[in-house]
């Protein structure tokens, strides 16, 4: 089975502080996402990585960047953490993404913001 | 602009009764599929169901259909004989054929199964 693993289930941080949100998956898809979650919104995609050390913006990338120095391994960066980045965070992974390959999905973290 | 609606922020069903969660999507893409995706209080996302815009039929897995309509771009999912355990958010998301391939995902719709 494929797994993905998020490095925290719940974070709390405070307002300016850099936090890291580290994704890895263990099927060597050459796709990573990072998505956020927010109610009455679905989930919008922050960015994507279709292979190491590559990365694509996605529909929200502003106050955002990632790293993918290896291909099991995805990180979501906030430089300087703001209360509207409160929010449920959940990192996908998948092979090329075509048909019916569907996208897997780790645990999520939610993070709090003071 | 969104281009996946899910009208139906919350649902109730009654145990043991069908369901059926709405969906409608925008695409001017010949070729794109659509995915039904259930979220549990856990977080994490299940993935359930698979429709190919190109699939003459419609798409079954278990107690899992889709409804559908290329038309009226909707592609309802149906579920059969509810169980506490499908208690749950339910997300419709769709890949286009054609730019990034990434995903669009809608609002949600929390469903709610009464004993």
């Known amino acids: 089975d494929v797994k993905v693993t998020q490095s925290s289930r719940y974070l709390v941080k405070r307002t300016g502080e850099k936090v890291f949100l580290e994704c890895v998956q263990d099927?060597?898809?050459?796709?990573m996402f990072w998505y956020r979650q927010d109610p009455g919104l679905g989930l919008r995609l922050i960015y994507f990585?279709?292979?190491?050390?590559?990365?694509e913006k996605g529909d929200i990338p502003e106050g955002y960047s990632v790293s993918r120095e290896k291909k099991e391994r995805f990180s979501l960066i906030l430089e300087s953490a703001s209360t509207n980045q409160t929010s449920m965070y959940l990192c996908?992974?998948?092979?090329?993404?075509?048909?019916?390959?569907?996208?897997?999905f780790g645990p999520g973290t939610r993070l709090l913001v003071l | 602009a969104q281009k996946i609606t899910q009208t139906q922020p919350g649902m109730f069903v009654q145990e043991k009764e069908a369901v059926t969660l709405d969906c409608t999507y925008d695409?001017?893409?010949?070729?794109?599929?659509l995915f039904w995706y259930k979220q549990p209080s856990s977080g994490e996302m299940i993935f359930l169901i698979y429709?190919?815009?190109?699939?003459?039929q419609n798409a079954t897995e278990g107690r899992y259909s889709l409804n559908f309509q290329k038309a009226r771009k909707s592609a309802n999912l149906v579920i059969s004989a509810s169980q506490l355990g499908d208690s749950a958010m339910y997300f419709c998301?769709?890949?286009?054929?054609?730019?990034?391939?990434?995903?669009?995902f809608g609002a949600g719709t929390r469903l709610t199964v009464k004993p």
């Open positions: 695409t001017s893409d010949p070729s794109y599929g």
């Open positions: 429709q190919g815009s190109y699939d003459q």
């Open positions: 996908a992974s998948s092979l090329v993404p075509r048909g019916r390959e569907t996208q897997y």
């Open positions: 099927m060597d898809h050459e796709n």
């Open positions: 998301a769709m890949r286009e054929g054609s730019g990034n391939n990434d995903m669009r």
């Open positions: 990585s279709y292979d190491v050390k590559m990365k």
